[in-house]
Structures are given as C-alpha cells and as structure tokens.
C-alpha cells in the first residue's frame, strides 16, 4: 500500500474494513456518527454481512462487498480516518494497511492497536463498545484537518517499520531461540 496525502472534502470521509457484524464492533461506529454532522461511511465488507444493522441510520452510508485486493487502496485513499471498533480480534492486518496509506486510524484495545499505535500520535486506541471514545477521536480529526495530515504521515512512518520482511525474521529469532 502507497501514502497519499489526503485532501479536505466538505464531508469528513471514514471508512470501516471488515465483516459486517456486530463482533467488528460495527454498531459502535455507526452510533458515534450518527451524532456528528457532515459525515460520511465506506464500508468494505467481504464474507459475512448483515445489512440490516445499516437501516436505522441517515447519515451516507457506502457499501462496497468484495472489493479486490488491489482496489482496497483506493478506497483508503479516498477515506480521511479508518476505525476498527472491534470487539474481538486477532492482529488486524487491516490497520497496518490503513496506517501504510497515510490515515490515522481509530481502533479498540481488543485488536493489534494496542501494540501499534501510539495513542494521539499516529492514531487513537479505544476501550471496546466505546461510542463517546469514538466520536470523541472522530471529531477532533474532523475539527483540525492539519491533524489528519500528521497523523496520516505519522501513521505511514510507523506501517514502515512493520514489513513482512521483518515478521519473517522476527519469527525466524523466535524459532531459534527455542531450539
């Protein structure tokens, strides 16, 4: 994934990856802004997905299913901030990839943030089923967009140092160190 510098728009752009259940947190995104104003979702979905957790909600909403691999990057270029209101996971590569884009990410203790962002510097880690926290990080991003642009730089520099190349060797080390 490549850095853009991300642009003002009139509307503040989020944009959620992931299976659209309640397990992704997905409620507690869509109730956050639901209280803000000139705000817009992209959500990427692939496998499961349930649309009717979208239908009390009026502010525009973009599902997008089954987005290849390789268009997902345009899609995060388009985005001003990606949240990952997880309840539960495992290291979500997806927040590397965001950061790797340029954006500041807004993710739950219960996914990889907690060992990858440095919490106001590169993006925002959450308590899970936190929608105050998370409207709370949306709105200052969407209140100074000078923050977006650092933080999405911050966040690109940050993604840099977590290369396949050093999982590979790290993983390699923690092999040998059992032998």
């Known amino acids: 994934f490549t850095f853009a510098e991300r642009k003002k728009t009139e509307s503040f752009k989020v944009i959620f990856i992931g299976s659209l259940n309640q397990r992704k947190g997905i409620t507690y995104l869509l109730d956050a802004l639901a209280e803000m104003k000139n705000v817009e979702l992209t959500i990427i979905s692939r496998g499961i997905y349930d649309e009717s957790l979208l239908h009390n909600y009026t502010f525009p909403i973009h599902l997008v299913v089954d987005v290849p691999h390789d268009k997902l990057q345009d899609e995060l270029h388009q985005a001003h901030c990606f949240v990952l209101p997880s309840i539960l996971e495992g290291f979500g590569q997806v927040i590397l990839e965001a950061m790797a884009t340029g954006i500041p990410v807004i993710a739950t203790e219960n996914t990889a943030a907690i060992d990858i ?20 990080n949306l709105e200052k991003l969407q209140s100074d967009f000078s923050l977006v642009q650092t933080m999405g730089k911050a966040a690109y520099e940050k993604a840099k140092i977590y290369t396949w190349k050093k999982f590979r060797n790290d993983l390699v080390t923690y092999i040998q160190t059992l032998s």
């Open 117 to 136: 962002i440095e919490n106001g510097i590169d993006g925002f880690v959450t308590p899970i089923r936190d929608v105050q926290a998370i409207k709370e």
